[in-house]
Each structure stands twice: as C-alpha cells, then as structure tokens.
T-cell receptor, first 112, second 111 residues
Framework: KQEVTQIPAALSVPEGENLVLNCSFT??????LQWFRQDPGKGLTSLLL?????REQTSGRLNASLDKSSGRSTLYIAASQPGDSATYLC???????????FGGGTRVLVKP | ETGVTQSPTHLIKTRGQQVTLRCSSQ?????VSWYQQALGQGPQFIFQ???????GRGNFPPRFSGLQFPNYSSELNVNALELDDSALYLC??????????FGSGTRLTVV
C-alpha cells in the first residue's frame, strides 16, 4: 500500500527566501507524481506533473524533481513571495489513470 | 477549455439525511474521481469512474455511491449522513495520461 509523507507539516519563511518542500513515498513503483497548491477552503490547483519517464519539471519559479529509487520528490520555489502562502500537496499514482495517493501537505507562510 | 465544475459550493445537512454532489468534468476527460478532505488533512480517495463504470474504490462504506453519465459528468451520493462526513469533497477529472484537474470542491457540513 502506497503511503505518502510530507515533512515539515508547516513552514514559515521571510519573503525572498527559496522554499524546499519534501515528499516521500513508500512504494517506488510510482507512475506519475503531481504537485498541487491549495488555498484555504479552496480546491486543488495543479502546479507540476512529473510523468513516469521524467525526473524533473519546471515552470517559472517552480521546479520539481522525482527520484523513484529513493522514494522522494522535492518542490523548489525560488525567491518566495507572500502570494506563495498556501498548502502544497504532493500525490502519486501507480499507473496511468489510477487513483492519487496524497501526502498530508505542507502549509507555507511567506512573511513580507 | 472549461475546467472541472462542482455544485453546490456549500451544503448543510442533518445527520441521517442523504446528499447528492455534482461534478462536470473537463472537456475531453473520460475519467472522474472523487476525494474526501477532512480539515488539515490530505484528500482521501473515495472512488473513480471510467466511461460510466466504477474502476476503483477506496476504503469508504457502501453508503457512498456514485454515477458517471455519458457526457462524463458525475454524481456522488451519500446516504445516512454522519457527523464525520463533514468535509470538503473534491472531484477530479483526467484523460488517464496527463494528471488530474480538480474542481473547487463542495463543503459539506453535517449537523
């Protein structure tokens, strides 16, 4: 059974600092790894999708890496801004079209 | 291209009642999944539909049921509501290859 863990559960940084968010999973047989952002009381916004043959994805200030052998994915957010304050969730699927298994999320606060 | 839309956005029900939540999937997406998210936790998988057939179910009791329609929209039905059913219910759609797109969710409160 796949288990996904995100540590730390909460993180507070000053504006401008780089953010490093960690996601670990127990089953290396992971197909896709997807990072989401969630604002309080809202739905999930997809940030980056790392597909089975990929090791990394980048979009603007965001970069996500995936290391299946070590069971880890990392989301980097460069030069954080107060607008980056949100909860970040990672989720993996075992095969194309399979359910997502989520971590508990990391709640990020970027202080001006 | 329209995204995933869910209705209603908020709902208050009494314990023991029944509720139906609705989801319109993103255009071209034939897979719809439902998730339950309790406060402060990650979403938990309820079930998934592919071309009108259930093709995966999480650890939820049978009083959680669903449907997918020919246009790939979907419903989540919950019977005999309990206080612990209070949560944010999220719908997600996919083509099966390119990740999932989520709706804004329905906040259900059971009193």
């Amino acid at each position: 059974k796949q288990e996904v863990t995100q540590i730390p559960a909460a993180l507070s940084v000053p504006e401008g600092e780089n953010l490093v968010l960690n996601c670990s999973f127990t089953d290396s047989a992971i197909y896709n790894l997807q990072w989401f952002r969630q604002d309080p009381g809202k739905g999930l916004t997809s940030l980056l999708l790392i597909q089975s043959s990929q090791r990394e994805q980048t979009s603007g200030r965001l970069n996500a890496s995936l290391d299946k052998s070590s069971g880890r994915s990392t989301l980097y957010i460069a030069a954080s801004q107060p607008g980056d304050s949100a909860t970040y969730l990672c989720a993996g699927s075992k095969a194309a079209g399979n359910k997502l298994t989520f971590g508990g999320g990391t709640r990020v606060l970027v202080k001006p | 291209e329209t995204g995933v839309t869910q209705s209603p956005t908020h709902l208050i029900k009494t314990r023991g009642q029944q509720v139906t939540l609705r989801c319109s999937s993103q255009s071209g997406h034939n897979t719809v999944s439902w998730y339950q998210q309790a406060l402060g936790q990650g979403p938990q998988f309820i079930f998934q539909y592919y071309r009108e057939e259930e093709n995966g179910r999480g650890n939820f009791p049978p009083r959680f049921s669903g449907l997918q329609f020919p246009n790939y929209s979907s419903e989540l039905n919950v019977n005999a509501l309990e206080l612990d059913d209070s949560a944010l219910y999220l719908c997600a759609s996919s083509t099966g290859q390119n990740g999932y797109t989520f709706g804004s969710g329905t906040r259900l409160t059971v009193v």
